[in-house]
């Protein structure tokens, strides 16, 4: 009897333990996506029965930083225990690509079966031909039945042979159809997730029903960088500097429609403020000595108020909330359009930038008698800076895109524009002709300060053409923040030593040595060329090495570095020289890196 109770038991148990274990799917609802990392937020609704709960949640990342995981329950459940796990059975997710790529794989190899079956019973045939064309023993055939038999052999033969060159041709297109898209079925199948992770809860309930689970956690594989494109003219005065972002993710989930916010953070730097200890000298061994650097950040706080644009957004978000009653119906007007309450009521509250109501006197004045119930003036979102919002409140940076993106979890890079700004600029050229002969054409940007930028790499379209690629480096504490444009081909600068001035002497134990240098500077092009030209003469930091600068050209000299600076003007057609000259005294038993 005790058995059989205990097996009872036992099953009631089983059954329990079933009643209370479920799998549940999360969706994603939004990513903040870190300089190297990102944290996503997952949405679940879960079913639970009042006592003890095993909940799954599933469609995970499928790296997570476990001490960055966090459950947002109602207060009625509570939180026994959690454990993350991966989930390597998940089906893998087939596209409608994927999936019309493999039929079309799949026709073409039947049709590559059909054309070897073909292949196959014509080279048989030929065989066959080729094994009865013997008519040895084959007596009383007439030169008439003779010829007939060759040329039917002939006739056959050259059939067959034009038939199995035709289905080779076909069998060799149909291969090379095959691998065409077997490559292109690899690279869409890499865009899938591989492997997905899972959470499992442990949760004590004390009401039976349905409940809302809010799940987010952080992972290392995401991650943005910045990258610009730079779009100038020479007859503008102001450059077109699209910001964006390179996104790349590799988290084992497709992010679908998703609402992403890029920051400047870094979730996993450290935290704690930095403390001083004493220091004690002591000797060190020259030789391991390492020299070591480490960059900081500097946080800057621009003095823009962006309390006016999170009220807009307020207030667009409680659009829905609006309630419009007959017969005081107000008038609706969407860009500058009178619009009817059916057609206000369907406009998506995430594209609308603004909204004004306009009551009395203020309204009737501007719309007439029409407006007696008052206006709603509605104006939409247009351009891309519309739909993003920079928020520098934190302690970094961040771009909130409205618009939801589709990411694939392949790794890949994909660009995401920003904002588009209009920068104020100067142009000018530069040259070096010591160390390069190409002049280069510099943009100097003003006013940077104000549009959040991070280190990147910059795409230079100048007047309408790829010149390459340049850095921006917004650590400057420069006002003007230049960038190479590209090469000044219309801008010829040669630099040519004097070998008729430069001399040679020796004084006693001395070696006097003289260096004389002519730059020429030309302007090809049809408007004024504005120059900054450097040149430089050697520094000694011995005090047997004598260094004399005799003559500069009106250049501003930097004695502590050696480096001459001119700032040259040159009208269309104009070509100036510049001669430069200096003296290096030292023992003439000794060789000095004079080049």
């Given at each position: 009897m005790s058995k059989s109770i205990t097996l009872l038991s036992l099953c009631l148990l089983a059954?329990?333990?079933?009643?209370?274990?479920a799998d549940f799917p999360a969706m994603l609802k939004s990513v903040i996506i870190y300089r190297s990392g990102a944290e996503l937020r997952h949405t679940a609704m879960v079913r639970l029965e009042p006592g003890n709960n095993e909940v799954t949640i599933e469609h995970l990342a499928s790296s997570v930083d476990i001490n960055s995981i966090r459950v947002g329950l109602p207060g009625t459940v509570t939180v026994l225990s959690m454990q993350f796990s991966n989930n390597y059975l998940a089906p893998a997710e087939v596209s409608p690509r994927v999936r019309f790529l493999q039929d079309s794989l799949q026709q073409l190899q039947k049709e590559k079966e059909k054309t070897d079956m073909a292949l196959t019973n014509a080279r048989d045939l030929l065989e066959v031909l080729k094994a009865n064309r013997d008519i040895k023993g084959q007596a009383g055939l007439s030169v008439t039945e003779l010829e007939k038999l060759m040329d039917y052999y002939k006739n056959k033969s050259a059939e067959l042979q034009a038939e199995i060159y035709q289905l080779s041709l076909r069998n060799k297109k149909t291969d090379e159809q095959i691998g065409k898209l077997q490559n292109q079925l690899r690279e869409e199948q890499a865009k899938g997730r591989t492997n997905e992770g899972r959470l499992q809860l442990q949760l004590s309930s004390a009401l039976a029903g349905k409940f809302d689970v809010s799940i987010s956690y952080v992972t290392r594989?995401?991650?943005?960088?910045?990258?610009?494109?730079?779009?100038?003219?020479?007859?503008?005065?102001?450059?077109?500097?699209?910001?964006?972002?390179?996104?790349?993710?590799?988290?084992?989930?497709?992010?679908?429609?998703?609402?992403m916010t890029l920051s400047a953070a870094q979730p996993e730097q450290w935290s704690a403020a930095p403390t001083m200890s004493s220091w004690f000298l002591a000797y060190i061994n020259p030789l391991g000595a390492i020299p070591v650097r480490i960059r900081g950040t500097a946080l800057r706080k621009d003095t823009e108020?962006?309390?006016?644009?999170?009220?807009?957004?307020?207030?667009?978000?409680?659009?829905s909330e609006v309630v419009?009653?007959?017969?005081?119906?107000?008038?609706?007007?969407?860009?500058?359009?009178?619009?009817?309450?059916?057609?206000?009521?369907?406009?998506?509250?995430?594209m609308i930038k603004e909204i004004k109501v306009l009551k009395d006197e203020q309204a009737t004045e501007i719309y007439g008698s029409r407006a007696a119930n008052g206006v709603i003036e509605v104006e939409l979102k247009e351009g891309l800076q519309d739909h993003v919002s920079v928020d520098d409140d934190k302690l970094d940076v961040s771009f909130?895109?409205?618009?939801?993106?589709?990411?694939?979890?392949?790794?890949?890079?994909?660009?995401?524009?920003?904002?588009?700004?209009?920068?104020?600029?100067?142009?000018?050229?530069?040259?070096?002709?010591?160390n390069d002969a190409e002049t280069y054409r510099l943009a100097g940007l003003t006013g940077w300060e104000k549009f959040h930028l991070l280190p990147g790499e910059a795409?230079?379209?100048?007047?309408?053409?790829?010149?390459?690629?340049?850095?921006?480096?917004?650590?400057?504490?420069?006002?003007?923040?230049n960038l190479t444009m590209g090469h000044d081909k219309r801008v010829v600068i040669t630099r040519t030593k004097r070998t008729d001035f430069s001399s040679v002497k020796f004084l006693g134990s001395n070696k006097l040595q003289k260096f004389v240098y002519e730059i020429s500077v030309r302007n090809t092009r049809t408007d004024s060329a504005h120059i900054d030209l450097k040149d430089q003469y050697p520094i000694s930091t011995n005090k047997d090495i004598e260094v004399e600068l005799l003559q500069a050209a009106g250049a501003e000299v930097n004695p502590t570095t050696g480096i001459l600076s001119w700032r040259?003007?040159?009208?269309?057609?104009?070509?100036?020289?510049?001669?430069?000259?200096?003296?290096?005294?030292?023992?003439?038993?000794?060789t000095l890196n004079l080049n």
């Open positions: 059954l329990t333990s079933q009643l209370h274990a594989s995401a991650s943005w960088t910045p990258y610009y494109d730079i779009k100038a003219q020479d007859n503008k005065s102001s450059v077109e500097l699209v910001y964006q972002a390179k996104i790349r993710q590799f988290t084992g989930l497709d992010w679908k429609q998703v609402k108020d962006y309390a006016s644009a999170r009220e807009m957004r307020s207030e667009t978000a409680n659009l419009v009653t007959a017969p005081n119906t107000p008038l609706y007007i969407l860009e500058g359009k009178v619009v009817n309450a059916a057609d206000f009521a369907a406009i998506d509250p995430n909130d895109l409205d618009i939801p993106y589709d990411v694939p979890s392949n790794g890949k890079e994909q660009l995401a524009t920003i904002q588009v700004y209009q920068v104020p600029v100067s142009f000018r050229d530069y040259a070096v002709p010591k795409g230079i379209l100048y007047n309408g053409v790829y010149s390459g690629k340049s850095s921006i480096d917004p650590a400057s504490t420069l006002d003007t923040l040259l003007s040159l009208a269309p057609g104009e070509s100036r020289k510049i001669e430069f000259s200096y003296t290096i005294k030292y023992p003439k038993d000794k």
